[in-house]
């Protein structure tokens, strides 16, 4: 490994270690979450209430010394709530743009499929275009930005289900499950030793990455090498799933292409400077769970994408 990416892989353990001051466990949500920032792409947490979700995005930002905004959706929130307005001042006669929330380095969207469809929709060009139209005016985002957004299940009562043209923004999908019993019997320890959630610097997470140490990760993940096996080994897998009987639409080349940068940060993670099948198989479930839809007489059958993945990923043949 490299001088440069062993240094980068030492200030993402570093933040690994200031989330541990609050959360316990998530290991494989908090490693997504890295991914995401490595990459500069967005990130989706999926889980039940009351499983830290919007901690553990709160607490990722605090590690970071960026300016970062936090927005609870609501079934009343605006388009204009998010991105901004022109006011008009009388007294000068002049139009000035007020900004929104999502003018920040880091947008902590809370409960995001609570809102309706419009405000969703709001965040499509944000998201992609790292820019947003206000009046027909673009207005560019600050550099670096990046979503964290936070949802229930869609099964939950008053939620809208996000359409699939936005779901596709985010570079992953997280899975927030219940922790084990060692894992929750050190939470209630923390709590009764007098943590409190609503005070995260009071656990003494402090900010540990700046713009700069973001843009040398990143630039650190980009030279991890990729060997033509490995990139055989990603092309059969998105065609795979286009073939798959249980799948109705397969992975789009974006898809692929996603693929490929969470696998070599997720190299960069795991203090190597090479990806491998390893690499790749780990980051498959985060990357495509939400862009693989399956087969409705599939899902009726209790196969969920997880599941159809895993099956993909045990029928194509691992180079070595």
Do not use: C
């Not at 009351?50 to 009343?76: E, H, I, N, S």
């Not at 650190?220 to 998105?238: H, P």
């Not at 990357?287 to 159809?308: F, I, K, N, Q």
């Amino acid at each position: 490994m490299s001088t440069d990416a062993a240094t980068q892989h030492d200030l993402l353990a570093a933040v690994r270690g200031e989330i541990a001051k609050v959360i316990v466990g998530l290991d494989d949500v908090v490693d997504g979450l890295l991914v995401a920032l490595i990459v500069g792409g967005h990130a989706l947490l999926e889980g039940v209430p009351g499983t830290a979700k919007t901690l553990l995005a709160t607490t990722l930002a605090a590690t970071l010394d960026l300016d970062v905004r936090r927005v609870q959706f609501t079934p009343d929130l605006m388009p204009s709530d998010l991105l901004g307005r022109v006011v008009y001042r009388q007294e000068t006669g002049d139009f000035v743009f007020h900004e929104g929330p999502i003018f920040a380095n880091l947008l902590v969207g809370d409960e995001i499929n609570r809102t309706p469809p419009k405000t969703q929709a709001a965040l499509l060009e944000a998201m992609q275009e790292r820019q947003v139209s206000v009046e027909g005016h673009p207005r560019r985002l600050p550099d670096p930005f990046l979503v964290v957004a936070t949802q229930n299940p869609v099964e939950y009562e008053g939620t809208y289900p996000l359409p699939e043209a936005q779901v596709d923004r985010f570079l992953v999908k997280l899975s927030v499950g219940y922790p084990d019993a060692a894992q929750e019997r050190a939470m209630l320890e923390r709590h009764d030793a007098g943590f409190d959630a609503t005070d995260i610097s009071g656990a003494g997470v402090r900010p540990v990455v700046g713009p700069g140490a973001v843009a040398a990760v990143r630039a650190a993940a980009g030279d991890v090498r990729v060997d033509e096996r490995i990139i055989s080994y990603l092309v059969d897998l998105a065609r795979a799933t286009r073939s798959s009987p249980s799948v109705q639409l397969g992975i789009s080349p974006r898809g692929l292409a996603m693929l490929l940068h969470t696998s070599k940060a997720w190299t960069l993670l795991s203090g190597r400077d090479f990806v491998t099948p390893d690499e790749v198989q780990a980051m498959v479930p985060p990357t495509w769970r939400h862009r693989l839809v399956l087969r409705p007489e599939v899902e009726l059958e209790g196969a969920t994408a997880d599941s159809v993945l895993r099956g993909l990923l045990r029928a194509t043949p691992v180079p070595r």
